[in-house]
Structures are given as structure tokens and as C-alpha cells.
């Protein structure tokens, strides 16, 4: 199983009502494109000079309750559900971009010589 690192993001408030929406960004695991290669924002690190990674962005709605909760232990609880969900999603595509190499070499063994698999007729039901 490949790592995952999640991130929470800053929580708007809700202009209305009692619906918030909480993202996390894994980043263990930063956008790639086709050929693997990280992809990066415009955005500057100060420290390194190099442009700062894509994360991808897991997002999840939580009712808050009336009243809302005001102890850790009750925000633990209350967020802990949406927390597990997106845990779950991070880490089928964590482990997906971690098979990557196999699952070319599966690809490119399929595409190495143009085959046809089957030629005849068929017996309909």
C-alpha cells in the first residue's frame, strides 16, 4: 500500500444554513500527467525556488448540528466520518498511481503487436 499524508484546507463558513465543506489534499502523492511527470502551480516556493506541486483535493459536506460543537472531542466526531471516506478515496488513488508501472507494462504488452483475437461466427442464444 503506497502512503497517503492528508492536509485539511481552511473551512469556509457557510453563507447560509449549516452545511460546511472540508477538503483535504494528499500531499504524499502530488497531480501527474501522462508521462509522469509531476505537475506544478505558478506559484513559487520561497524556500527551494521551485514551483510548488498540484495536490489533489478530496472534498467532503458535514452538517453541523444545533448547537454546534465546541469541545476537540466533539469536532473529532463530528468531521471523523467525512475524514474516513476521504480516506478511503486517497488511498485506492494512491495505490493506483503506485501500480502505475505495472499497469503499463500490462498496456504496452497489449499494444505490442496488432492481433486479432478472434475471427469466426458465433452461436447466438
Known amino acids: 500500500m503506497a502512503t497517503i499524508k492528508l492536509q485539511r484546507l481552511k473551512v469556509n463558513m457557510p453563507d447560509e444554513g449549516r452545511i460546511i465543506r472540508i477538503v483535504w489534499r494528499d500531499i504524499a502523492n502530488p497531480l501527474r500527467d501522462e508521462n509522469g511527470a509531476i505537475l506544478r502551480t505558478d506559484q513559487i516556493n520561497p524556500v527551494t525556488g521551485i514551483l510548488i ?8 459536506t458535514v452538517a453541523i448540528p444545533n448547537p454546534a460543537p465546541t469541545t476537540q472531542a466533539e469536532i473529532d466526531a463530528l468531521i471523523t466520518p467525512a475524514l474516513e471516506n476521504v480516506k478511503i478515496r486517497a488511498q485506492v488513488r ?4 503506485a501500480a502505475r508501472t505495472s499497469i503499463k507494462t500490462f498496456v504496452n504488452t497489449l499494444n505490442v503487436t496488432d492481433r486479432i483475437d478472434f475471427e469466426g461466427t458465433v452461436t447466438l442464444p
Open 94 to 97: 494512491a495505490d493506483n498511481i
Open 53 to 60: 506541486p498540484q495536490y489533489p483535493e478530496f472534498a467532503e
